[in-house]
Nanobody, 115 residues
């Protein structure tokens, strides 16, 4: 059984930073692409960034230069460092265990950026 748990969300002022964590288990973590997605109220879920097993990354244009994904295979954990946060980054952030959102989802963690 796959378990995916996001953490690290919270309330932050515009321009601030947050670091999200995704702890995943129940599959071969080292072999999987992992991704961060977000969903704002009334909107569809969208890709933020993905990272392959080899460390290749794909960022949404809206977060390039501000967000950084990393993975620690020894800890079965993926991180999302979010800097220079904007109010439009406000959303529930979800972790997925496969490419293009094809894997298992976590419960999400709320990120709220105030102006």
């Amino acid at each position: 059984q796959v378990q995916v748990v996001e953490s690290g969300g919270g309330l932050v002022q515009a321009g601030g930073s947050l670091r999200l964590s995704c702890a995943a288990s129940g599959f071969n973590f080292n072999a999987n692409t992992m991704g961060w997605y977000r969903q704002a109220p009334g909107k569809q879920r969208e890709l933020v960034v993905a990272i392959t097993s080899g460390g290749r990354t794909n960022y949404a244009d809206s977060v390039k230069g501000r967000f950084t994904i990393s993975r620690d295979n020894a800890k079965n954990t993926v991180y999302l460092q979010m800097n220079s946060l904007k109010p439009e980054d406000t959303a529930v952030y979800y972790c997925n265990t496969g490419p293009y959102g094809s894997g298992s989802w976590g419960q999400g963690t709320q990120v709220t950026v105030s102006s």
